[in-house]
């Protein structure tokens, strides 16, 4: 699974892997809720880049041959409730590579009308 194709980046979004991969909207309401201002989800993926092209995958490490890649994990920084809406949170969303970020995201929105688990707005 190419990352771009989660992260907002490509055209074509593959919602059911963004959901198994990314955090949760009830992570992000979580750190707000909590005043966490810096929260790791650890990932059961991880993360390999193509030679190609230098993209980034998300793959299962329990295959022999990305048995040594770096674990993916993602930070929640800075979670808020929206002063206009109640049901939205804010945050940063940072994805990490083994200890080395490698995307971030400003302004990502957890709408919880949409539920506890539903995708975040990237």
């Known amino acids: 699974m ?4 989660i992260n907002g980046v490509s055209g074509t979004q593959n919602i059911t892997e963004r959901l198994r991969i990314l955090p949760s909207t009830g992570d992000v309401e979580f750190c707000a809720y909590r005043g966490v201002s810096n929260h790791t989800v650890y990932t059961p993926y991880a993360v390999v880049t193509r030679k190609s092209n230098g993209k980034k995958g998300i793959v299962n490490p329990t295959v022999p041959t990305f048995a040594n890649a770096p ?30 970020e490698f995307w ?19």
């Open 104 to 122: 971030r995201k400003d302004n990502v929105l957890a709408d919880m009308t949409k539920g506890k688990t539903a995708e975040l707005d990237l």
């Open 2 to 5: 190419l990352f771009d194709d």
């Open 71 to 100: 674990r993916l994990s993602f930070r929640i920084l800075n979670a808020a409730q929206d002063p206009t809406n109640d049901q939205h949170y804010v945050c940063t969303l940072v994805a990490i590579e083994g200890g080395t």
